[in-house]
């Protein structure tokens, strides 16, 4: 018996996710865990990790045994998901005081209107900005 870790690297939704349970249940003497956060797959067994790499291919996605050399590289990229997280508050606390000290006009006004119409496209980069991938998993899903 062997405890193997995969790494998902296509899966965008709890779809997916479902698709691949659906996948490795065919597979007996096996007991396995998705973690769809981290894009692992977690399997307990007597099996060849190119049968569950098989499995998963032909659910249509992709596994790669994690290995002691490669681990680096599937860990999540922390770092960069906490600056983004802090560009989100950042844009967030701003312009909530903003909001709440009435510093910004209101749209009955024509300079309302473009303050507003710039607050709105500066909204819209910074939720590309930090949950783009969020969006593109969706859009690709």
């Keep these: 018996m062997y405890n193997k870790k995969f790494k998902l ?5 709890a779809s997916c996710v479902n698709t691949i349970n659906k996948a490795l249940n065919t597979i007996p ?5 998705i973690n769809f956060a981290n894009r692992q797959l977690q399997v307990k067994g007597n099996i060849n990790s190119e049968a569950i790499i098989q499995a998963v291919r032909q659910a249509g996605y992709t596994a790669i045994l994690i290995t002691d050399s490669n681990h680096e590289q599937t860990e999540p990229p922390v770092k960069s998901l ?9 844009l967030g606390v701003v312009l909530l005081l903003m909001g709440w000290s009435h510093w910004l006009p209101g749209l009955n006004v024509d300079p309302g209107r473009v303050i507003w119409g ?13 949950g ?3 969006y593109r998993g969706a859009w690709q899903a």
Excluded: N, P, Q, R
Excluded at 82 to 90: S, T, W
Excluded at 118 to 128: I, Y
């Design 82 to 90: 906490l600056i983004k997280m802090g560009v989100a508050i950042a």
């Design 132 to 134: 783009g991938s969020i």
């Design 29 to 33: 003497d096996i007991e396995f865990e």
């Design 9 to 13: 690297s296509d899966i965008h939704c």
């Design 118 to 130: 710039s607050v709105g496209l500066v909204t819209l980069a910074a939720m590309w900005y930090c």
